[in-house]
């Protein structure tokens, strides 16, 4: 039986009660998660580095954090969420009279980025993706799940929200089309290649039928539930990156497919139609930028 401490029983009950305390301030379900996801991740943090538990935020934990991100070469877009969240709640925490002062300030904490680096998209070389596929070939390594886990967002680019909410009946195979239910319950078609049809059947017929959870209506199963978590996904990406020789997350699965598309000339639209943006200027505004790695090339030929 794991014991707790009792500054972790404080920690947990104050995390429970910042939740709470969103919903009753009518905050989305999916920003509540991802709140409450993003304070963890700095509770973590402060209990690696042996903080004081009782002190929930100050502005040196703060600091120490935000350089920690920095240092860990998170993304600006992640490492500016993750500030925000801890805005929240530090706006909580003083309106629960927990803390006295406000820590963390947006228009000094955010990062800025120079005018002509907006929007810069990392994706994966074409060299790099036949590095990824190269080591997922490996069953001894990778299991044909985590593998078919591989294949769907590298090749359909849907969010992992979407692939974990992926259902059995969403899988037309006689026209290999799959239904995609993305934000805001909006529906899209994605039509799947044939490589991937066929590694869907033999995750169904070999794998999952061995499954306590087969009868699941979810494509994905975990060992411990009918659903996989999308943390699961992160987790597995993140622990063979190392292997692989490039940082994995879903996004960069995501910001991959729009982006091999395109520079395959398949046309804006119907690049905002698979990846389910509500309009073509939201896939343009990340997706006409050019790459770190393209403008590198560009100096290079001066």
Request: hydrophobic content about 40%.
């Amino acid at each position: 039986m794991a014991l707790f401490s009792l500054g972790e029983i404080f920690v947990n009950a104050l995390v429970q009660e910042f939740e709470q305390w969103l919903f009753e301030e009518g905050r989305a379900p999916k920003t509540i998660e991802s709140y409450v996801s993003d304070i963890k991740g700095f509770k973590s943090y402060l209990s690696d580095k042996a903080a004081s538990e009782q002190q929930p935020l100050s502005r040196f934990s703060f600091v120490r954090y935000k350089q920690h991100l920095l240092d860990q070469n998170f993304a600006v877009a992640t490492i500016n969420k993750k500030i925000n969240s801890l805005k929240v709640y530090n706006d909580f925490l003083q309106k629960k009279r927990i803390v006295e002062e406000n820590y963390i300030y947006l228009k000094r904490d955010r990062i800025k980025i120079a005018a002509g680096s907006e929007h810069v998209v990392t994706a994966m070389s074409e060299e790099e993706v036949e590095r990824f596929l190269f080591y997922i070939e490996d069953h001894t390594k990778v299991s044909i799940r985590n593998k078919l886990i591989g294949y769907l967002l590298l090749y359909t680019g849907v969010r992992v929200s979407e692939l974990i909410n992926t259902k059995l009946a969403d899988i037309d195979f006689l026209t290999a089309v799959l239904l995609v239910r993305g934000k805001g319950g909006k529906l899209r078609e994605i039509s799947l290649r044939q490589d991937v049809i066929q590694l869907i059947k033999q995750y169904q017929q070999g794998e999952r039928s061995k499954s306590r959870f087969r009868e699941s209506e979810y494509l994905l199963v975990s060992q411990r539930a009918p659903k996989m978590h999308r943390d699961a996904i992160r987790d597995w990406l993140a622990k063979i990156s190392t292997d692989v020789g490039i940082k994995l997350h879903p996004y960069l699965f995501r910001h991959t497919f729009a982006t091999r598309l395109l520079r395959k000339g398949v046309d804006l639209t119907t690049v905002s139609k698979l990846t389910g943006h509500s309009t073509v200027n939201m896939t343009a505004k990340f997706y006409i930028q050019t790459t770190r790695q393209e403008k590198q090339n560009a100096v290079d030929k001066l």
